[in-house]
């Protein structure tokens, strides 16, 4: 059964610096891994997708790794500021044929602050 | 181009009683999935419906059961509510198959009292 862990929980940084959340899956028989952001009370946006067989995306200050071997991704947000506060998630997608093909496992999430 | 809608944004039920919840999917979408998301967690996926079948199901009971309509909107149905099924339901649209992203509604929450 896939089991995706993000760390840390929380986070609270001041504005302007950059910083990283992890994501970590056990069963590395991915199809994809998507990284998602929720302000509270609200819906999930998607901000990046990663397709197994590829090692990053890159959209704007925001840039995810994915290293589907060891089972890790990491979210890098550069220069971050207070709009950036909400909580972030990661969720993976098994393989086509596959029990867990079109429905993807998330983490717990990280809430992140970041104040003036 | 309208996103995926969500009604209601807020249910308040009591316990025994049955809630059905909508969903229309963004334009062009003909896939739907359900989560439900407990305070302080993750989303849990309940089932995806396309072509008016129910395709994937997670581990939910048969309380959860839900619909698909010709129009791609889908309705989600819970029997016989529970204290434990208060959170955020929220609805995720794609194309056929798996590998796209998904575009999630706003969500409705449901407390059980």
């Known amino acids: 059964k896939q089991e995706v862990t993000q760390i840390p929980a929380a986070l609270s940084v001041p504005e302007g610096e950059n910083l990283v959340l992890n994501c970590s899956f056990t069963?590395?028989?991915?199809?994809?891994l998507q990284w998602f952001r929720q302000d509270p009370g609200k819906g999930l946006t998607s901000l990046l997708l990663?397709?197994?067989?590829?090692r990053e995306q890159t959209s704007g200050r925001l840039n995810a790794s994915l290293d589907k071997s060891s089972g890790r991704s990491t979210l890098y947000i550069a220069a971050s500021q207070p709009g950036d506060s909400a909580t972030y998630l990661c969720a993976v997608e098994g393989p086509p044929g596959g029990t867990s093909y079109g429905k993807l496992t998330f983490g717990q999430g990280t809430i992140l602050t970041v104040h003036p | 181009d309208a996103g995926v809608t969500q009604s209601p944004t807020h249910l308040i039920k009591t316990r025994g009683q049955q809630v059905t919840l909508r969903c229309s999917p963004k334009s062009g979408h003909d896939t739907v999935s359900w989560y439900q998301q407990a305070l302080g967690q993750g989303p849990q996926f309940i089932f995806q419906?396309?072509?008016?079948?129910?395709?994937q199901r997670g581990n939910f009971p048969d309380r959860f059961s839900g619909h698909q309509f010709p129009n791609y909107s889908s309705e989600l149905n819970v029997n016989a509510l529970l204290l434990g099924d208060s959170a955020l339901y929220l609805c995720a649209s794609s194309l056929e198959g798996g590998g796209e992203k998904l575009f999630f509604g706003s969500g409705t929450q449901l407390s059980v009292l």
């Open positions: 419906y396309y072509e008016e079948e129910e395709r």
């Open positions: 069963d590395s028989a991915i199809y994809n």
């Open positions: 990663i397709q197994s067989s590829q």
